[in-house]
């Protein structure tokens, strides 16, 4: 059974300070994978989404890496801001009947100024 | 602009009371989901539904019911069997199941409390 493991579940930095978040999940057999930014409180926003065949996708200050063979996803963040705390999700789309986006439990980022 | 609209923001639920959750999406997506949110846990699938008129259980259905009538909307129910509903419901849609092509679009939660 596919799972994704989100590390670390927190970290703090300070404003200007370019970071990394690790995503990994058991099974290569994926669709694509999606990360997700979450305020407290509020619903999901996309943040990026690479496709299997991919190796990565970038927007603006956010670049997402993908190594579907050892199973591992970075979310690279750079020159972080006060703006960016949250908690960040990444998720794996599989073709499995009875499910659908399998979830990492996050990283909450706070970036302080 | 399209969305997903998720109704209302906050409720509150009595015991041995049944509720219902709304969720209306305008993306002209065939596939919707309900995820469930606990701290500490991830989201958790609850149901989903392909394409109208047919829908799936998901992880932890037990307590839970759905319909899929209309393209544009996907209600949950929260019957009175699930003993421990309090939680932040989040549903979603995406284009194809399993969201191959375009991924995933989240609304905005529903907070539900049991009082």
């Known amino acids: 059974k596919q799972e994704v493991t989100q590390i670390p579940a927190a970290l703090s930095v300070p404003e200007g300070e370019n970071l990394v978040l690790n995503c990994s999940f058991t099974?290569?057999?994926?669709?694509?994978l999606q990360w997700f930014r979450q305020d407290p409180g509020k619903g999901l926003t996309s943040l990026l989404l690479i496709q299997s065949s991919q190796r990565e996708q970038t927007s603006g200050r956010l670049n997402a890496s993908l190594d579907k063979s050892s199973g591992r996803s970075t979310l690279y963040i750079a020159a972080s801001q006060p703006g960016d705390s949250a908690t960040y999700l990444c998720?794996?789309?599989?073709?499995?009947?009875?499910?659908?986006?399998?979830f990492g439990k996050g990283t909450t980022l706070s970036v302080s100024s | 602009d399209g969305g997903i609209t998720q109704s209302p923001k906050y409720l509150f639920r009595k015991e041995g009371q049944n509720v219902t959750l709304s969720c209306e999406q305008n993306l002209n997506h065939d596939a919707m989901y309900w995820y469930r949110q606990d701290p500490g846990q991830g989201l958790r699938l609850i149901y989903y539904s392909q394409i109208v008129n047919d829908f799936q259980k998901g992880d932890i259905a037990e307590g839970y019911s759905v319909s899929r009538e209309k393209k544009e909307s996907f209600p949950l129910t929260v019957t009175s069997a699930q003993k421990n509903p309090t939680a932040f419901y989040l549903c979603?849609?995406?284009?194809?199941?399993?969201?191959?092509?375009?991924?995933?679009?989240f609304g905005s939660g529903t907070r539900l409390t049991v009082v």
């Open positions: 099974d290569s057999a994926i669709y694509n």
């Open positions: 979603a849609s995406s284009i194809d199941w399993p969201g191959q092509i375009y991924g995933y679009t």
């Open positions: 998720a794996v789309a599989v073709n499995q009947a009875g499910t659908a986006l399998i």
